[in-house]
């Protein structure tokens, strides 16, 4: 079954704001990974942030990890044109080591 | 971008035909992922692989069989295609270090069956 879940399924904002996404999952994990999809191509890997870990900087990105509330969060800051595409979010088990993905969120950043 | 490569990048067969869908990688990962992905929605792993020899089968049920040869390369092969397994599939590696690794993925396979 699915254990990541994805908020909002899809962002517009304008260029220049910042942009927040939520990812929500159901179990024990061991690390919390966000990753970018353009237009329907293979992902590419953002941030990840450690279970014992609360927040994690990369550039404009922000990632927090909330493990009481098995919730992460992903900012953008100062959005640009080139950010529009869809991010997921990818919960590392701790079970077996493997990725369970969310639906992802499609962000549009109107110029 | 990873060094990880797909092809086709688009296929359009008629049911029943057999097809393989390529995969390498050339940053020397043990291991390697295939992915299915219908739009907008999230991946479902149905094949994975720990090294040269090693095959497993992921959460979504799958019709695929793969194999892993060479440690470069990881196809994965439908016998007989049938319009249900019209998606997109991706083809992804990673280091081996006993936790939930960071993945790179190549640029995808769509596939549309007839």
């Known amino acids: 079954s699915q254990q990541g879940e994805e908020d909002p399924q899809a962002l517009s904002i304008q260029e220049g704001e910042n942009a927040t996404m939520n990812c929500s999952y159901k179990?024990?994990?061991?690390?919390l990974q966000w990753y970018r999809q353009n237009s329907g191509r293979g992902l590419v890997h953002l941030i990840l942030?450690?279970?014992n870990e609360r927040e994690k900087h990369s550039g404009r990105l922000r990632v927090t990890l909330d493990t009481s509330k098995k919730s992460s969060s992903l900012l953008i800051t100062a959005s640009r044109a080139a950010d529009t595409a869809s991010y997921f979010c990818a919960a590392g088990l701790d079970s077996n080591y493997q990725l369970i993905w969310g639906a992802g969120t499609k962000l549009i950043i109107k110029p | 971008e990873a060094d990880i490569y797909q092809t086709p990048r688009y296929l359009v067969i008629g049911t029943g035909k057999k097809i393989t869908l390529e995969c390498s990688q050339t940053m020397g990962h043990d291991k390697m992922y295939w992915y299915q992905q219908d739009p907008g929605m999230e991946l479902h792993l149905i094949h994975y692989?720990?090294?040269?020899?090693?095959?497993e089968k992921g959460d979504l049920s799958s019709e695929s069989t793969v194999s892993r040869i060479r440690t470069e390369h990881f196809p994965l092969t439908l016998e007989s295609a049938r319009p249900s397994h019209t998606s997109q599939y991706l083809c992804?590696?990673?280091?081996?270090?006993?936790?939930?690794?960071?993945?790179?993925f190549g640029p995808g396979t769509r596939l549309t069956v007839l």
């Open positions: 992804a590696s990673s280091e081996f270090t006993g936790g939930p690794d960071t993945q790179y």
């Open positions: 179990t024990s994990i061991n690390n």
């Open positions: 692989s720990y090294g040269v020899n090693s095959t």
């Open positions: 942030i450690r279970s």
